[in-house]
């Protein structure tokens, strides 16, 4: 075999090799893998950490609550900003002293994980529960796609996180009415357009990568079937990696080759409403990237 035959089967053997590698990243499933001791197990000279533990309405979740006051909270003259983020405790294995250095410089914002009562990233049948919307009959019902699990739980997960959690915390420290956010990826940037849709308690939305097929697209049909309300003052940011609509390999049963058109009709529909609204694409992110990439920016550069 000539030279130039062997070069070329190795640079077609590669190119095959680095497509299944990518489109494998894609398709991959979150790690559940136990976390190493977070933030608030070590320590921060900059935040200082608490937990309070809450239960779902049936009495069948535990939520594990971090709360993260920066040091320098009671010497703020003006009221804190606070992010609320979903998946706490894959969020809080993000969070490290550099960060938090960082974000002590200037206003530093309140820090809000809501998490499960687990040392893994991930509660996948919880949080398939609480954080996608009911269909037509408004009740908790099968997954469409995995009848194993439940779903249609974002009404009464809601009414924990405004009810109980959101209070708690306000009582803890002063919160700036202005600069309250919640931040979800996937399901929780689900969650992040439901709420939007359902209530005006935040000022700024954050939807990573949410899964908009999901279920037939009932997030879609929900923001076209639901009358436009009063205009609104919040903010939405979507915030979506652009290599899933490129790559369409062997798929989830939620892949949407469609993502980022789906986006755009998401941002039509909110502005229709009166949301300040914006779709933020990130080149060569995947679907599961989306998490880090989009929280470390809604933090590193101040989104709210």
């Known amino acids: 075999m000539s030279t130039v035959r062997i070069k070329a089967v190795l640079m077609a053997g590669w190119m095959c090799l680095s497509f299944f590698a990518l489109t494998t990243q894609l398709q991959a499933k979150p790690s559940l ?3 190493a001791p977070n933030i608030a197990d070590t320590g921060s000279a900059y935040y200082q950490f608490q937990i309070r533990y809450f239960s779902s309405a049936d009495q069948q979740r535990r939520y594990k609550v971090w709360l993260g006051l920066p ?3 009671q010497s703020q003259a003006k009221p804190a900003p ?3 983020m979903l ?6 294995s993000y969070l490290s002293e550099e960060l938090l250095q960082k974000l002590s410089i200037h206003q530093a914002p309140v820090l809000v994980a809501i998490g499960y009562d687990t040392n893994r990233p991930f509660d996948t049948a919880a949080r398939a529960l609480d954080y996608t919307p009911a269909d037509a009959t408004g009740k908790i019902s099968a997954d469409p796609h995995q009848p194993e699990r439940l779903s249609g739980g974002s009404a009464q997960f809601r009414e924990v996180l405004l009810q109980q959690i959101q209070p708690w915390v306000a009582s803890q420290v002063q919160l700036d009415p202005q600069r309250q956010a919640l931040w979800g990826h996937s399901y929780g940037g689900l ?6 849709l359902h209530a005006q308690y935040f000022s700024h939305y954050f939807a990573a990568s949410p899964s908009l097929s999901w279920a037939d697209a009932r997030m879609m049909n929900k923001l076209q079937s639901k009358a436009a309300a009063a205009v609104q003052t919040s903010t939405l940011w979507v915030m979506e990696g652009d290599l899933a609509a490129q790559h369409q390999g062997r798929a989830s049963p939620n892949f949407n080759p469609n993502t980022v058109q ?4 998401v941002i039509a529909s909110f502005e229709q409403r009166g949301v300040q609204s914006k779709l933020l694409l990130y080149p060569n992110r995947s679907h599961g990237q989306m998490f880090s990439a989009s929280l470390l920016d ?3 550069y101040s989104l709210f």
């Open 71 to 73: 040091r320098t909270v």
């Open 82 to 84: 606070a992010l609320f």
């Open 298 to 300: 809604v933090l590193n």
């Open 87 to 92: 998946d706490g405790n894959s969020a809080m």
């Open 262 to 265: 789906d986006n755009r009709q």
């Open 191 to 196: 969650f992040v357009l439901d709420s939007l």
């Open 33 to 35: 893998t136990a976390l």
